[in-house]
Antibody, heavy 119, light 107 residues
Framework: EVQLVESGGGLVQPGGSLRLSCAAS????????MHWVRQAPGKGLVWVSH????????SYADSVKGRFTISRDNAKNTLYLQMNSLTAEDTAVYYC????????????WGQGTLVTVSS | SYELTQPPSVSVSPGQTARITCSGD??????AHWYQQKPGQAPVLVIY???ERPSGIPERFSGSSSGTTVTLTISGVQAEDEADYYC??????????FGTGTKVTVL
């Protein structure tokens, strides 16, 4: 069974940092592009970042570029999102999702982890 | 920045057909995908590459594309189809974009 389990969310002060993790199981993690997508409370889905299967290609939304860093450890079947210089606008549920080929569609999603940025 | 525009809401009676549109300038050249999201749950892919249906998705879900608009059609709507639906595609630079979302209400 395919599983994506996010962790690392929580309450952080403005300007602070947080590292999210996404543990994958039930499929060949190293064969998939991986994404982070966020959803602010009561709002729509917003794509944040992606990384290709071997980590050689990354991309970021303009809203997080220079502050967030995506990475992966294929030996540990885990995706990461390092988030720095957080602001209230980063408050959201963060989902990880997989994609077999670039532009094929995100076919499995985790249940998400909530990040709240507040003083 | 690139935008994908959807109607905020669609209402439909059980057994009828719901059509949700998604408009974007790059859609003639980029695939679109559709996701269903129920309250408190993660999104689920219901249509990929404009019109392909993943395994396990009911046949009443279908997708089509025409010019700058893609359409998700739910035929014979059931109460369990009440959810938010999002289209997703990429812009000319390859950045991923989600649509504004459509709330489907089953009357």
């Amino acid at each position: 069974e395919v599983q994506l389990v996010e962790s690392g969310g929580g309450l952080v002060q403005p300007g602070g940092s947080l590292r999210l993790s996404c543990a994958a199981s039930g499929f060949t993690f190293s064969s998939y592009w991986m994404h982070w997508v966020r959803q602010a409370p009561g709002k729509g889905l917003v794509w944040v970042s992606h990384m290709n299967f071997d980590g050689s290609t990354t991309s970021y939304a303009d809203s997080v570029k220079g502050r967030f860093t995506i990475s992966r450890d294929n030996a540990k079947n885990t995706l990461y999102l390092q988030m720095n210089s957080l602001t209230a606008e980063d408050t959201a549920v963060y989902y990880c999702a997989r994609e077999y080929n670039w532009k094929d569609g995100l076919d499995y999603w985790g249940q998400g982890t909530l990040v709240t940025v507040s003083s | 920045s690139y935008e994908l525009t959807q109607p905020p809401s669609v209402s439909v009676s059980p057994g009828q057909t719901a059509r949700i549109t998604c408009s974007g300038d790059a859609l003639p050249k980029q695939y679109a995908h559709w996701y269903q999201q129920k309250p408190g749950q993660a999104p689920v892919l219901v249509i990929y590459k404009d019109s392909e249906r993943p395994s396990g998705i009911p046949e009443r879900f279908s997708g089509s594309s025409s010019g700058t608009t893609v359409t998700l059609t739910i035929s014979g709507v059931q109460a369990e189809d009440e959810a938010d639906y999002y289209c997703q595609s990429t812009d000319s630079s390859g950045f991923y974009v989600f649509g504004t979302g459509t709330k489907v209400t089953v009357l």
